[in-house]
């Protein structure tokens, strides 16, 4: 088992930064893998970015390169997601996620057995 917690959500105006983090426990060592997803209201939760727990490889969905930055600290056991250049369409609720297992895909949802609370995230224009 793996246990997820993320903080660090809230309201910022467009332009602006905000970091999110993900502290893990239970079996961490077992991760393969973990990753950040958002759902905005009405929508469904869509795949934002993920990072391998040995290697660090990093992989984005396109809308947020350049501006989203995926790290991990393997020391505490904490993923963080540096977000910057905001904007309103990235308002929503942010989840992070963990999987033990390797697979093909890391960014479909249904290959994370872990999940946290969620934490809001909120771009006013």
């Known amino acids: 088992q793996v246990q997820l917690v993320e903080s660090g959500g809230g309201l910022v105006q467009a332009g602006g930064s905000l970091r999110l983090s993900c502290a893990a426990s239970?079996?961490?060592?077992?991760?393969?893998?973990m990753a950040w997803f958002r759902q905005a209201p009405g929508k469904e939760r869509e795949f934002v970015a993920r990072?391998?727990?040995?290697?660090?490889?990093?992989y984005y969905t396109d809308s947020v390169k350049g501006r989203f930055t995926i790290s991990r600290d393997n020391a505490k056991n904490t993923m963080l997601l540096q977000m910057n250049s905001l904007k309103p369409e990235d308002t929503a609720v942010y989840y992070c996620?963990?999987?033990?297992?390797?697979?093909?895909?890391?960014?479909?949802?249904?290959?994370?057995?872990?999940w946290g609370q969620g934490t809001q995230v909120t771009v006013s224009s």
């Open positions: 996620a963990a999987t033990l297992q390797r697979r093909l895909s890391t960014t479909l949802r249904g290959n994370y057995e872990y």
């Open positions: 239970g079996r961490t060592s077992s991760m393969h893998a």
């Open positions: 990072i391998t727990w040995s290697s660090g490889n990093t």
